[in-house]
């Protein structure tokens, strides 16, 4: 077994410069690497569970459930049986990897759009939860992707599948459509805790939204939610998105006073293991921003404005990309390698690496290695670079130069990462 995250690491090292900044890029997957930062961030100890500084007597409560949602449940799920094993009464995790876990079901469920499978799970999730007493301990695992993969009903879910394709005309930031989403559901925006109630509540949350906005983590079910159906109406008028039947989200205290959220990794966790590696290897660092929203060619400029010689210049975000034309292949990351080429931002002394943290930058490959050897390829390939950003198309170009970068999925999701290292 490879024991790098980066599985043609050996065959993309084809430069010093390559090589560091893949190392970088290392760093980054292993800082958010899910089994290590449950076991990391929850300890048990004489029926005490310690959860970061927060310690609950697990003595006091008749049951123990876990339920989860998202890319790195399944991961965090097998992890906390290990923290857990058998105090776990009932259990039920939906994600995209399967793993083998005793006392927790595991769900297979579809992203970026919800199925049947989805329901199913949410339906087991909801059961578990339901019913549930103050003598009962819930632990709830939320990550990147919950949005689509927790979804209880039929209607939910169809209208979690329209509100997505129009929304993706739009490219606009999650956080709206997040908005959107948590009036849709009887779980999301704070409703998971309201069914849960009056039991106590731990939320572990895997974070995968630009910034601190943690509540908008899968929509947020164990947070209690600031908006309103008007706020929700505002953004499905602003972009015309059509019809949806709205629920207003619990605003009452009570819901809330036994949740107690643990934000365990952000896009600022693999942020600073990166920025650290980079110094272990002597260069200078340039953090331009964990909040990347901007337009691709914009997200591109302000990368590009830090960088300097023996600097490694770090950002992580959701760069906007609005989609206008079907049949491309490829995501953020790969379309965005793809318009440094064609901005003639890289030089001959630096290495680009912009990835998905999740591993799956709307393909099989977490983003790509670009540098002038790579644009040499490209080149002799006879690629039409203005094309292929037209049509949205940049899986093949990197493919077919051989610059893809392949973790397969990696069991967690903050967002997407860039990397630029300039060494001469």
């Given amino acids: ?204 949350i895997f974070s995968d939204i630009p910034g601190s906005d943690f509540c908008n983590v899968a929509s947020g079910p164990t947070y209690k939610d600031k908006s309103t159906i008007a706020d929700a109406q505002a953004i499905i008028d602003k972009y015309n998105l059509g019809k949806f039947i709205l629920i207003e989200t619990p605003k009452e205290d009570k819901y809330f006073e036994k949740v107690f959220n643990f934000v365990l990794v952000s896009n600022e966790t693999p942020v600073k293991a990166m920025e650290k590696k980079a110094k272990e290897f002597g260069f200078k660092t340039n953090i331009i921003s964990t909040e990347l929203y901007d337009e691709t060619e914009e997200a591109l400029k302000k990368i590009f404005s830090g960088k300097s010689e023996n600097t490694v210049v770090l950002a992580a975000g959701e760069p906007k990309l609005v989609v206008k034309k079907k049949g491309g292949s490829g995501g953020r990351n790969l379309y965005m390698g793809l318009k440094a080429i064609q901005m003639d931002l890289i030089d001959e002394d630096s290495v680009f690496i912009p990835i998905a943290s999740d591993g799956m930058d709307n393909s099989d490959a977490a983003g790509a290695v670009v540098d002038k050897n790579a644009i040499e390829k490209i080149k002799k390939l006879g690629f039409d670079i203005k094309d292929c950003l037209e049509r949205y198309d940049a899986y093949p170009v990197f493919q077919k130069s051989s610059d893809m970068i392949m973790t397969g999925p990696t069991g967690a999701n903050v967002s997407d990462l860039m990397i630029l290292l300039t060494k001469k």
Avoid: W
Avoid at 2 to 31: M, V, W
Avoid at 87 to 104: D, Q, S
Avoid at 141 to 149: C, N, Y
Avoid at 164 to 176: A, T, V
């Fill in 1 to 204: 077994m490879s024991a790098h995250s980066i599985k043609n690491f050996d065959e993309l090292k084809t430069t010093e410069n390559r090589r560091l900044a893949l190392q970088i890029a290392e760093s980054g997957y292993e800082s958010i690497d899910t089994n290590s930062v449950i076991l990391n961030s929850l300890k048990l100890d004489n029926n005490i569970l310690t959860v970061q500084e927060k310690s609950f007597d697990l003595s006091k409560f008749k049951k123990i459930k876990v339920v989860g949602f998202g890319k790195a449940s399944t991961d965090a799920a097998l992890a906390i049986e290990k923290v857990l094993g058998a105090k776990i009464i009932a259990g039920a995790v939906i994600g995209l990897t399967k793993t083998n876990c005793e006392y927790i079901k595991i769900f297979i469920g579809t992203h970026p759009k919800p199925s049947q499978a989805n329901i199913d799970a949410g339906e087991k999730i909801y059961n578990i939860i339901k019913d549930s007493t103050a003598e009962d301990l819930i632990i709830v695992l939320v990550s990147g992707g919950g949005s689509s993969l927790l979804c209880y009903s039929q209607d939910e879910c169809k209208q979690n599948i329209s509100l997505y394709d129009e929304f993706l005309k739009y490219g606009q930031r999650i956080s709206e459509m997040n908005t959107v989403r948590k009036h849709l559901s009887v779980l999301k925006g704070g409703g998971l805790a309201k069914l849960a109630y009056p039991a106590t509540v731990v939320g572990i």
